[in-house]
């Protein structure tokens, strides 16, 4: 009688613990920074805070001091008073209150609309609707300062030179806002959730308030950031409809510090930073829930 061998099986190779842990890690664990990134993260961090430091200094100098080679790199002890000075020279109160209301309006109206014609863009079919696409596209391309002189003809024609709803009207509408929205809608929100609200028999404006303005809130709180940011920096359409005395916006209550023979560079510098501080306060205080908007958005799609 013969009996027969068998082999049994080899045993599975088991890789080491430091490999253990490396794949550990490849398969989504936590993942810690070297040095070297925290030394590249420091460097980014101080060079983009390096031009408001340095804002800081120089409306805390004279132009004497300015002037000098080098440069001051540390602060001097005229601050709150070139602060004080901006403030009142430049009719600061009132440009802040103006600038909130031109770029919260334009900011609330951009969205708002932004997101319904992104909503029709994306998910809605209708005859002509890529034709029309590629037309607010277009506009894109569109250099601005071509629109000024016609623009301004018809602010004049009405009437609204120094005038607040000159620099609101115009700003209402954003084709990169309708674009922004509709590339994220596309992703975020699937069909199969409209189909179902449409045979539920939820009207069009029902399907926007209770489905799209919720899927579409981190865009949305993106969008409004970005707008809210562009309309505050806008200088030239304002300083061509608005007046220092009258009713100015930010950017133009600046622009009048600079005036005479010899502007004072660090008054400037102080109305710029005065002219600062809002945004990084809005920074501040959103900015998380901005983040966490982008990141959350990110997952969705």
Known sequence: MTTTLTKPPAPQDTPPPKRRRSMAKRAGGHLHAGPIAYIILALFTIGSLFPLVWTAIAASRDNQRLAETPPPFWFGGGLFDKLELAWENANMGEAMINTTLVAGTSAVTIVFLSTIAGFAFAKLRFRGRGALMLLVIGTMMVPPQLMIIPLYM??????????????????LV???GVFFMRQYLIQALPDEIIEAARVDGASSWRVVWHIVFPAARPAMAVLGMLMFVQTWNDFLWPFLVLTQTGNPTVQVAVAGLGRGFTPDQSLIMAGALLG???????????GKQIVGGIMQGAVKG
């Open 276 to 286: 600062t501080l809002p945004l990084l306060v809005v920074f501040t205080i959103f």
């Open 174 to 176: 954003n084709a990169f």
């Open 154 to 171: 018809m602010v004049a024609e009405l009437g609204w030179t120094d005038q607040l709803q000159a620099v609101i009207l115009p700003s």
